[in-house]
């Protein structure tokens, strides 16, 4: 017989502190929890229930529960039989029914989403949903099948290694099953029967003039496929592709160098929580095909087969990974095995993924001991063993020195830096870089992380540093482009985040519950402007876009337009008449003289983009976050000697001069007293002390908040009186 797939994702009962209501799959129970309009974030248990019928089966016939997602941990009753348990929120996992079917039954699955000290994750910027929030199904299967008990793993893994220089591929295709009869296993047009041993089979293929999978240029695909005589079936589809990592010239594709410059996702929708439905999953493409990305980080943890399957097709390279973050926990060392065996076992076929990510930002709330490397070496040997085709790679968070012996561990390395956001100056980014790739020439180095938050209600026409206006994100997104395109040995760079995402969190940038670097809003809805900066970078179709479409009340004489396009001039109208052309490399920026109302329109090879402003007396409020003091410009307030010493210097040149260096220590160790454990954290990071050595004073202390502007002049009319050598 065929395998029959019974979708049981309708007529379920949730409960809910005893209280139920009727509801289908996908579901979470946090889909608004945290945000706005939303009631408190609930993490705990709760239970889904529905009635089970006995499927039609025929003699010896086997049947399985699957679970494609159930956050965080499950427990599976069925007639209030315990079955089984599953740690972990991100996979699927399996369990057969077959001995304990009745005519009618009960189905509960207890799902669980509560702290603990043991499951992934527990201590990160997004919202740990609770639910059934993929489908779950039955599955049907003859006596000798394709195994279903392995880790949610489809019984079928597919090899393929490329030989470019003779333009062929050599195809391994290994199956497990139960029984002893032959698998007759095919692939593109060829079929070989095989007596399995030991419930394994393998099949080797060659393929001449082989078609490559070529990312978004042409993602072809293959297919393989078993059958066994009981009759089960079972298929995978599969790239045929060869890419290294170098640590100087990057990532390369088929032997050509193929920078990977992209976006990270999360998972969830506005209103709709992680319970997302198929056309999420193809409207979610859609926008990365239109920003032109040739990469996704798959943050932080295992998302839906249809979403790496999508990738598969749009040629899009994944960068795939667990959820161990943030937070090292000693009890949770099984989970983070197990979650990273499901991953693979469940994800090998898909060509699209490139890497196996170990962690993310693991030491940004735990240091570097021996039981944290252990894990990740542990980690390593696992994904070694079972996938010897993929490198492993790491997210490291900023603080982290770059002499740390968990750099060591995988095969390559990236960072997430958020120099000129959260701290520090813009230029740092570059900064970092370039220190260390001069230090580790033959060290692989990507950039994992990047970003800063946008309201785009907020608008400013002098946009600085945690405004959150969607003014500063796009300047912000102009300077992280353009580095990273003047260093090529970057093996991959991902803008966090495509999408605006849940956050219980935070409560920050006019919004409750949301992080905001998204280039798009969390319902989709509305793409910021840094969104068309990286289309014009990334999408080589003709576009053109102005920017501040939503800063329509202007205050100022003179306003700035600023266009981003991929062609080599563009020409802007005012009022319908032409106002300027330009020739620019993909920032155009001209400044409009404004008396009233006003529409404006760039046009560039063949498209159009508008917008309309007018000029108004008062700055719009509506367009500020929050009403800041202004920023005090010591060149107009008091003399200055630039022979002397400032809060405008770096904390490394202020404490390299005996006098000026016990002045801010000893203010610097005075405010420390409120914040003992960044405090702490500071004396014991060399890597973050040299960091900090690079910031201005000035800077240091408007992040910090606790100093007022009247205290900052005093301390600055004292440094001035320091003369520099």
Not at 110 to 133: E, R
Not at 496 to 517: S, T, Y
Request: aromatic share 10%; with cysteine; net charge negative.
């Amino acid at each position: 017989m065929m395998r029959k797939i019974i979708s049981l994702n309708q007529n379920w009962k949730f409960y809910q502190n005893d209280q139920y209501s009727q509801i289908d799959l996908p579901h979470t129970w946090n889909a608004v929890d945290g945000q706005d309009g939303g009631n408190d974030y609930f993490r705990g248990s709760c239970r889904y229930v529905r009635e089970l019928e006995r499927p039609d089966m025929e003699a010896g016939n086997r049947v399985f529960l699957e679970v494609k997602g159930a956050a965080m941990s499950a427990q599976v009753y069925l007639n209030d039989k315990k079955l089984t348990e599953h740690q972990g929120g991100y996979s699927a996992f399996r369990v057969e029914l077959t001995g304990y079917l009745q005519e009618k039954n009960e189905l509960c699955i207890t799902v669980d989403n509560s702290d603990n000290d043991t499951v992934y994750p527990q201590k990160a910027d997004f919202t740990f949903y609770g639910g059934l929030y993929r489908d779950v199904n039955l599955i049907v299967v003859p006596k000798e099948h394709f195994d279903l008990s392995y880790c949610g793993a489809p019984g079928i893994r597919v090899t393929p290694v490329v030989n470019l220089a003779e333009k062929s591929a050599v195809v391994t295709v290994e199956t497990w099953q139960t029984g002893t009869g032959e698998v007759t296993v095919t692939v593109d047009g060829k079929s070989r029967s095989v007596t399995p041993e030991n419930g394994h089979a393998r099949a080797v293929f060659e393929i001449a003039d082989v078609h490559l999978w070529d990312g978004i240029k042409d993602p072809y695909l293959y297919t393989a496929s078993a059958s066994l005589a009981s009759g089960d079936e079972i298929s995978a589809r599969f790239g045929c592709r060869a890419y290294t990592i170098d640590a100087q010239k990057g990532f390369l594709l088929n032997g050509r160098s193929y920078p990977l410059r992209g976006v990270s996702r999360h998972q969830d929708w506005k209103g709709a929580g992680n319970a997302l439905t198929m056309e999420h999953h193809r409207k979610d493409m859609e926008i990365v095909r239109e920003l032109g990305a040739n990469t996704l980080r798959l943050a932080h943890y295992q998302h839906a087969q249809e979403f790496y399957d999508l990738c598969d097709e749009n040629g899009i390279i994944v960068w795939a990974e667990i959820p161990y973050i943030t937070m090292h926990m000693k009890n949770g060392r099984e989970n983070t095995l197990s979650q990273m065996e499901e991953l693979i076992a469940q994800c090998y076929n898909h060509p699209s993924i490139a890497v196996w990510g170990l962690s993310n930002e693991i030491t940004a709330a735990s240091a570097v001991n021996e039981d944290l490397l252990e894990n990740h070496k542990l980690l390593q040997e696992l994904c070694r063993r079972m996938d010897a085709t993929r490198p492993t790679t790491m997210a490291n968070v900023f603080m982290l020195e770059t002499e740390s012996p968990i750099l060591d561990i995988p095969d390559v390395n990236s960072y997430n830096l958020y120099f000129g956001w959260y701290l520090g100056e813009l230029e740092q980014n570059d900064e970092f870089f370039d220190d260390y790739h001069r230090k580790y020439p033959d060290r692989p180095i990507g950039f994992s992380e990047y970003g800063a938050d946008a309201n785009p209600q907020y608008q400013s026409s002098q946009p600085e540093k945690g405004d959150y206006t969607e003014s500063y994100q796009a300047l912000y997104h102009e300077h992280m482009l353009e580095m990273i395109e003047k260093r090529p040995w970057l093996w991959a760079a991902h803008v966090w985040n495509l999408f605006d995402f849940a956050a219980d969190g935070r409560d920050e940038g006019g919004k409750h519950g949301e992080n905001q670097k998204g280039l798009v809003t969390f319902d989709r809805k509305t793409k910021k402007d840094a969104f068309y900066l990286y289309k014009a970078a990334w999408n080589p179709e003709p576009m053109v876009h102005v920017c501040g479409g939503r800063y329509v009340e202007r205050a100022e004489e003179v306003t700035e337009i600023k266009v981003y396009s991929n062609a080599e001039e563009v020409s802007l109208y005012v009022d319908g008449e032409l106002f300027e052309k330009q020739k620019a490399h993909r920032v155009f920026r001209f400044s409009v003289p404004i008396s009233g109302e006003h529409t404006i329109e760039a046009k560039a090879a063949g498209q159009s983009d508008t917008i309309k402003i007018r000029r108004v007396e008062q700055p719009n409020p509506a367009y500020v976050f929050v009403k800041k003091q202004d920023v005090v410009n010591w060149f107009d307030q008091d003399e200055f000697d630039p022979e002397c010493y400032s809060v405008s210097d770096t904390l490394a040149d202020l404490r390299a001069n005996p006098e000026a260096g016990a002045i801010v220590n000893r203010m610097m160790e005075k405010g420390a007293a409120s914040r003992g454990d960044v405090a702490e954290a500071v004396k014991d990071n060399p890597g973050l002390q040299r960091m900090m050595g690079r910031m201005t004073l000035i800077s240091l202390l408007k992040q910090a908040g606790d100093i007022d502007e009247e205290s900052i002049k005093q301390l600055n009319r004292v440094l001035q009186k320091i003369r520099k050598n």
